[in-house]
């Protein structure tokens, strides 16, 4: 984390035990930086991320809670700045659109796998036939062999 | 339908979809770092400030109901700030409407004397030494430009220096609308 200073109206102590809170790390860690857009507030040394953090202590002190906080920072810099994005209608395709690429991959391997296996079982059904006509053909020509073999001596 | 014509449908579509985001990426006018506003159509949110260097009465908003104004933030240290200015120059030679300036995490004896050097654009200047007005307005990387209607709604930002392009293309036509 930088060193950026703490919010100066905040008593130090205070301040300086909401940073090293565990809380404050986890909100830290799931908003994100607008200058560094792939860091975390919590990983990010721009000015901004400092100035970001010292305004969630801030709302931290003023006791309010996480969605409160997220909120805030929400309502002036957008959806953007929150890691996990919210579940609401805008943000359907995002959060269906794996499970519906998944579903429609599942789908057509399901449909092909069966159409093989329909196949497969048409082709043995065909090799059996086969064999069982051989082996008539066989016997048939056994027969008219021994036949011809007894007429023509 | 069946199978034979997905065959050849669903190699082609994957290929669409592919190809409308590589096609899109190109695109020379989009900024990957823009971040859309959630202020826009929203009231700009209040703030009371002193003017840059004065101790005198605050400023608030508020004042500059009834007209349609541009609020822009800026800053000394501020590079690309630099390469808009002749922009604000020209709008605040042409009257176009009302420019005020917000200084943002600024010294106040760096930002006079920046206005002193290359021109001042700005009805009045306003002082954010601390950037929590910033941090209102969502501020995240200077120079940002908010164009803000009669009623006190913020109608259009821009993030970046101002070109004439911009002007021309987005925030005349807007500002024209607006006025009516």
């Not at chain 2, 159509?41 to 260097?53: S, T």
């Not at chain 2, 700030?81 to 002749?86: G, I, S, T, V």
């Not at chain 2, 605040?92 to 006079?112: F, H, Q, W």
Request: aromatic share 6%; glycine share 6%; proline share 7%.
């Amino acid at each position: 984390m930088s060193n950026t200073s703490l919010p100066p109206e905040l008593p130090a102590q205070q301040a300086e035990a909401l940073v090293r809170s565990e809380r404050f790390r986890q909100l830290a860690s799931e908003l994100r930086c607008l200058v560094c857009q792939n860091q975390t507030l919590a990983d990010s040394n721009a000015e901004l991320a400092g100035d970001l953090r010292n305004e969630v202590l801030r709302q931290m002190a003023a006791g309010k809670n996480d969605d409160q906080i997220k909120a805030h920072l929400v309502a002036r810099y957008g959806e953007f700045v929150l890691y996990r994005p919210t579940a609401s209608p805008h943000n359907l395709a995002l959060w269906a659109g794996p499970a519906v690429l998944a579903a429609t991959g599942g789908l057509i391997l399901w449909r092909l796998t069966r159409r093989r296996q329909a196949l497969a079982s048409v082709e043995m059904q065909h090799a059996q036939d086969e064999a069982a006509l051989n082996q008539r053909l066989d016997e048939l020509l056994n027969e008219s062999g021994g036949q011809k073999k007894q007429k023509r001596p | 339908m069946n199978l034979r014509s997905l065959r050849y449908l669903i190699p082609a579509a994957l290929f669409a979809v592919i190809a409308a985001f590589l096609l899109l990426g190109l695109n020379p006018g989009r900024d990957p770092k823009e971040i859309p506003s959630p202020l826009i159509g929203k009231a700009a949110p209040g703030f009371e400030l002193p003017r840059l260097a004065q101790s005198d009465a605050l400023w608030t908003p508020a004042s500059m109901r009834g007209k349609v104004w541009l609020l822009n933030v800026w800053a000394s240290w501020c590079v690309p700030c630099l390469a808009e200015h002749p922009v604000l120059l020209q709008m605040s030679r042409e009257a176009t409407l009302p420019i005020v300036g917000l200084n943002y995490k600024d010294e106040p004896g760096a930002a006079t004397a920046w206005l002193a050097k290359h021109g001042n654009p700005f009805m009045d200047v306003l002082a954010d030494r601390n950037g929590r007005v910033g941090f209102d307005y969502g501020v995240y990387g200077v120079p940002e430009t908010f164009l803000i209607d009669r009623t006190g709604v913020i109608r259009f930002k821009h993030v970046g220096p101002l070109t004439p392009d911009v002007v021309q293309a987005r925030l005349l036509p807007m500002i024209r609308d607006l006025s009516k």
